[in-house]
């Protein structure tokens, strides 16, 4: 709006517009200069207007009541024109400084000229200032636009000012300085600058600090904010440009503008993060998450040189967070009147206010003097100071808590220590009860066990003397019979038979009572392999006529040899095949086939049937003692064979192992290790 009316006011101005008021320096000033109605200004949107083009138009410029100019984000260049003229009766010359502000203006161009009749361009002395202009060293100060102007008595000096902005806010303050006052300035500025930066440095280090005790992520977010605000003020200051960019160029630009938009999305992203949007105020957060993109795209859009256009959508965005923010921070202090909360709302309130200050005016909404712009590197250090003293708070009330939580824990703990010693007291006297319980019942057991050994000792005995009586009269009777009576011969033979199972059947039981007595101690010796299969498959087929068992050898030769107890080991073989037979009846196929095979210097026994199988998950309780399959149904057992069985081989160092066949049935396998033939 501003432009506009300067353009409006030049366009209708008449010719006494192009007078010029001349500002009378006083002899040996010792302070600054108010050139407050004295500069006259005219805006061009042409920017290839030269020094010539504006000598021939002096009436396009109209006074203006201040000494600065706020035209917000345009591309038009802005002239400047004013007069100094030193008294006649002044006794030397006046050393003078004209300082022009701020220092990211990027072309500057001061044109300085004593006045006299009919003056051209080549009567000016050209000096440019700009950061998009190399440095030169004929400036007062190689940080800042300090231009040194020698005024003589009786003349009048014409200054030109051009300053354009590509994509930055065009802000043009000129001021006239006298040496001792700008050395005084520069002291107090250095000293300020110095201590803002420090200070910032520091809230920069502390932030690590509390991540080190602290492990949250937004920590490290408002470090990248206080690093990305640092980084501005290192632009704009013109101290980048004095230590990188000293040749010109867009880089100083590039700095400032994407600096600015970094803090924008660092800003957004740990300001949600401290107020814990994303748990309490989700579409708010949203609203944070979209503006940290905004603040990506604004980089973006630096580096491709459009940034003056989309820099208009910043201030909306940024005072939207800023008074979200505040707002939040209000309402927590409202319900809760904390050392935290009270921080908070400080450090929201005082950026809100230097953001509204600042851009006021940098867009040009408010004639403001042109170091209102600064009144946000007060509000920023003041804004990470008191957010940095909430964070402190709050991380001073989590160790409190933490603390008060472990001292809740230390006494929980120590009555916890004491419940627990009593329940151990009491479970270990109901521990010493069931000991002695259980002591008593095996004690039972192991005689019990003892007294069936030896029943099965004395009903082995007192049959086996009647047994071989019977058997030796049967083989007299057998001898006084002609040969041609084949039927009673037949008959005598079968009973001879029977007998025999007989005997075999006590001596199985008897075997097994032993081995399942406490007090068994295997007898380990050499033992053919052969031998053993044909010991159990001849007690097996005896106490099993009608079963069919086959049996299949696979590089078992006579050498073949296990260290083994015997009576153990073929009680274990019988064991399976009298199992493989017993749950083959329900599926009437009694096909049962003993596979020896030897192969890595081991021994493979594998008897293998066509019966019911083992249901799915229950292999390995089956070798427990007692433990029978839930399949068997109404066929009978005690469920100790395969535990016999699994005892056996772990006696002899061996690997029992049972499953299921694909196409039906148990397989059940025996593996050994081969004697060396030589031992």
Request: aromatic residues 8%; charged residues 20%; neutral net charge.
């Amino acid at each position: 709006m501003l432009a506009l009316f300067l353009v409006t006011a030049t366009t209708s101005a008449d010719s006494d517009a192009a007078d010029m008021r001349v500002l009378t320096v006083p002899p040996d000033a010792q302070r600054s200069i108010s050139l407050d109605g004295f500069i006259g200004v005219a805006l061009f949107k042409d920017e290839t207007v030269t020094l010539p083009d504006v000598l021939k138009r002096p009436f396009l410029f109209s006074p203006i009541a201040r000494h600065d100019i706020n035209l917000g984000f345009v591309q038009t260049s802005a002239w400047m024109r004013f007069a100094l003229a030193l008294p006649p009766q002044a006794e030397g010359s006046q050393n003078l400084l004209l300082s022009l502000m701020p220092n990211f203006t990027d072309e500057l161009e001061v044109y300085v000229g004593v006045q006299k009749e009919g003056m051209t361009a080549d009567d000016f002395n050209h000096y440019e200032m700009g950061d998009h202009s190399p440095r030169s060293q004929v400036h007062f100060n190689t940080s800042a636009n300090i231009l040194p102007l020698e005024l003589d008595p009786g003349e009048t000096t014409i200054i030109y000012i051009r300053a354009r902005n590509q994509d930055a806010s065009l802000n043009v303050s000129a001021e006239l300085l006298s040496t001792s006052d700008y050395e005084y300035r520069s002291i107090v500025q250095n000293i300020i600058r110095g201590m803002w930066f420090g200070g910032m440095c520091i809230l920069l280090v502390i932030q690590f600090f509390f991540f080190y005790f602290d492990r949250k992520k937004f920590y490290l977010f408002i470090a990248l904010d206080i690093l990305a605000v640092i980084s501005t003020y290192f632009g704009s200051l013109g101290l980048a440009r004095l230590l990188f960019f000293d040749a010109g160029g867009l880089g100083n630009d590039y700095l400032t503008s994407s600096s600015s938009w970094f803090g924008l999305t660092f800003g957004a992203i740990s300001i949600a993060a401290i107020l814990e949007l994303s748990q309490r105020y989700p579409r708010i957060n949203f609203l944070f998450r979209c503006a940290a993109l905004v603040g990506i795209i604004g980089v973006v859009c630096v580096f491709i040189g459009v940034n003056r256009y989309f820099t208009l959508v910043a201030g909306p965005v940024i005072l939207l967070l800023t008074t979200a923010a505040m707002i939040i921070a209000i309402l927590d202090f409202v319900r809760r009147r904390d050392g935290q909360n009270g921080l908070n709302l400080s450090a929201f309130t005082a950026l809100w206010v230097g953001l509204i200050i600042t851009n006021s005016q940098r867009y040009g909404v408010l004639p403001l003097p042109s170091w209102f712009a600064g009144s946000y590197a007060l509000a920023s250090i003041v804004h990470f100071t008191l957010l940095t003293g909430s964070l402190s708070v709050r991380l001073r009330n989590a160790e409190a808590a933490t603390r008060e939580a472990d001292r809740r824990a230390l006494e929980i703990a120590t009555v916890s220590e004491q419940k627990a010693k009593n329940l151990v007291r009491e479970r270990t006297l109901e521990l010493e009860k069931a000991k002695l319980l259980a002591e008593t019942a095996l004690d039972a057991e192991l005689k019990a066990q003892e007294q069936q050994v030896r029943f099965m000792e004395v009903i082995s005995h007192q049959y086996r003397t009647p047994l071989g009586v019977i058997k030796t009269n049967l083989e007299s009777v057998r001898l006084t019979l002609p040969n041609s009576d084949v039927a009673n011969r037949e008959r005598l033979d079968r009973a001879s038979a029977g007998v025999k199972r007989l005997i075999e059947v006590l001596e199985v039981n008897l075997t097994r009572s032993r081995l399942q007595g406490p007090s068994y101690k295997p007898t380990f010796s050499k033992t053919k392999v052969t031998s053993l299969i044909d010991a159990a498959l001849s007690i097996a087929r005896d106490l099993n006529p009608r079963a069919k068992i086959t049996i299949t050898v696979d590089n078992v030769s006579e050498d073949t040899f296990v260290l083994a107890d015997r009576d153990m080991l073929r009680l274990a073989l019988v064991n399976l095949l009298e199992n493989a037979v017993k749950f083959s009846v329900p599926t009437g196929k009694s096909n049962v086939e003993l596979n020896a095979a030897c192969h890595d210097e081991k021994i493979f026994l594998r008897v293998t049937d066509q019966g019911i199988g083992l249901k799915d998950g229950n292999m390995d309780e089956l070798v427990k003692i007692g433990t029978r399959g839930e399949n068997v149904g109404y066929i009978e057992g005690t469920g100790v064979g395969l535990s016999l069985v699994a005892r056996t081989v772990e006696t002899h160092k061996g690997e029992f192992m049972l499953s299921n066949r694909a196409e039906g049935g148990t397989k059940a396998t025996i593996v050994l290790p081969v004697l060396d033939k030589f031992d």
